[in-house]
Nanobody
């Protein structure tokens, strides 16, 4: 069992930046990692994912070119650098992990472990 804890959320003005972290309670080297977000009244949506060896990433079209996902396996941590933030990025952001052996699309919600979320609010 792996516990995931997000941090780094907060309130920022449009155009600003935040960096989210997700700390795992154990090794993540065999897990693909991802970020999802959920705004009030909306379904949880895919944001970004990175494979277990950091050789492949994928982004939602809405964040491509503005957000960067990365990971540090030696630190059992993944990150989401968010630049040029927009009010529509306001949501609770969730960290997720799944076995690298799962073959389904990263955008599906078939993840083994989820964090509790961290709130990101972007003011206009």
């Amino acid at each position: 069992q792996v516990q995931l804890v997000e941090s780094g959320g907060g309130l920022v003005q449009a155009g600003g930046s935040l960096k989210l972290s997700c700390a795992a309670s154990g090794p993540i080297s065999n897990y693909d990692m991802a970020w999802f977000r959920q705004a009030p009244g909306n379904e949880r949506e895919f944001v970004a994912a990175i494979n277990w060896v950091s050789t492949s990433t994928e982004y939602a079209n809405s964040v491509k070119g503005r957000f960067t996902i990365s990971r540090a396996n030696m630190k059992n941590t993944q990150y989401l650098q968010m630049d040029s933030l927009k009010p529509e990025d306001t949501a609770t952001y969730y960290c997720a992990a799944r076995s690298r052996l799962i073959a389904s699309n990263w955008r599906s919600r078939e993840y083994n472990f989820w964090g509790q979320g961290t709130q990101v609010s972007v003011s206009s």
